[in-house]
């Protein structure tokens, strides 16, 4: 359903008594911060996502081997909500009218917005991308083709994940992981030993502290000039955020994040509130929270929170989130689970192989059906 439909008309009709909010991005955060407002206020609340199902992004590792991954329709997510479904493409934001302009032509008036459009990968061109759903099933395509060398360029979680998952559904494409850092840069020792032990059983080179000076249809070029070959390029690295925000004009960090006060609120324009890999959060560490979905989660709540006691006149309270755990999937019979102290330094206490992988995909499982339950927990 367009804007158009929902509202009947440009923009609107005025006089509403009902305090119109309007969420823009249907991903973990957004998705839960409609369903959690709707349950804390009596505003009229509007989902607006570009596509009319819900991607479960940490499993588009995956999705780019054909395995099948649930993506339920927001239609099903949120019926019996009261939240109202756009599916169309954000264009633009105007904090001064206080109007979203989407692409059918319409636009929704708001007195809050909440901003979770999320993040993506600045992928190169002649490489392969895992965290939009499109691109995982083009990649999944493609090796469906055949594949005989495959080159994954990034180390970081997503980098792990994607690099086991295809070595183990495709053993006999000779796998290659790029990273600019080593294995053990975000691990304990532990859990770096562990991983570098998946790794040579899945038969995967790890090519370590080499940066990717250009990628072609041949393989990589790194910054020593030397010549990676590789018949497909899977790019990992480099989340961005759109820059819908900077062009709106609020106050953004030098990478395009919303400037956030302790409840989540633009230090620029206060009826914005901002959630997840778009905001420039801060931990109790005091440092910005990292993109995760495990960061995103209570980060919506909180969002729902703030707008709830701003609608009702209250001080909305402060984010507050410390890190515990990093989980990642080596395949699908094994698994790595860091422990973490508050600041996000690892722990030398792991958990490892197939008990590991049993509680990455309960927590997995777990983000999906939160989704549904707002009510559930995730922060303080």
């Not at 206020?41 to 995956?62: C, E, K, P, S, Y």
């Not at 796998?175 to 859990?191: E, F, P, Q, Y």
């Not at 973490?340 to 999906?368: F, N, Q, S, Y």
């Amino acid at each position: 359903m367009t804007a158009t439909e929902v509202l009947g008309t440009r923009g609107g009709p005025r006089g509403r008594e009902r305090a119109r909010v309007v969420v823009l991005g249907g991903g973990y955060g957004g998705q839960l911060a409609a369903q959690s407002l709707a349950r804390r206020t009596d505003a009229a609340v509007t989902l607006v996502n570009d596509g009319d199902r819900f991607v479960q992004r940490v499993r588009l590792h995956q999705l780019a081997t054909g395995q099948p991954v649930e993506a339920p329709r927001f239609t099903d997510l949120l019926a019996g909500t009261g939240v109202r479904f756009v599916d169309d493409r954000v264009l633009g934001l105007d904090p001064v009218a206080h109007r979203v302009a989407l692409r059918d032509g319409g636009s929704l008036d708001y007195d809050v917005v909440v901003l979770a459009l999320g993040s993506h990968a600045a992928v190169p061109e002649h490489a392969y991308d895992v965290t939009t759903a499109a691109g995982a099933a083009e990649l999944a395509a493609r090796l469906d083709r055949g594949c005989r060398r495959l080159a994954v360029v990034g180390a970081g979680l997503t980098g792990l994940e994607t690099a086991t998952e295809l070595a183990e559904s495709h053993p006999a494409t000779a796998t290659t992981l790029v990273t600019a850092g080593a294995l053990d840069d975000d691990l304990s020792a532990k859990g770096v030993a562990h991983v570098r032990r998946v790794v040579a059983r899945l038969g995967i080179r790890v090519v370590e502290h080499a940066e990717v000076r250009a990628v072609h249809p041949g393989g990589l070029t790194l910054a020593d000039g030397t010549e990676e070959a590789a018949d497909v390029v899977v790019w990992t690295g480099g989340l961005v955020v759109p820059d819908l925000a900077a062009r709106a004009g609020l106050a953004v960090d030098a990478h395009g994040r919303v400037l956030v006060d302790a409840a989540l609120r633009s230090t620029s324009h206060p009826d914005v509130v901002a959630v997840g890999d778009v905001a420039a959060a801060v931990a109790s560490n005091g440092d910005v929270v990292r993109m995760a979905c495990a960061t995103t989660i209570p980060a919506a709540q909180q969002g729902a929170r703030t707008v709830a006691a701003v609608l009702a006149g209250r001080e909305p309270g402060a984010f507050r989130y410390r890190y515990a755990i990093r989980c990642v999937s080596l395949g699908r019979r094994d698994g790595l689970v860091q422990v973490v102290h508050t600041d996000d330094r690892p722990r030398e206490l792991v958990l490892t192989g197939r008990a590991a992988a049993r509680v990455k995909e309960a927590i997995v499982r777990g983000t999906l059906w939160v989704q549904t339950h707002p009510r559930i927990p995730a922060s303080a």
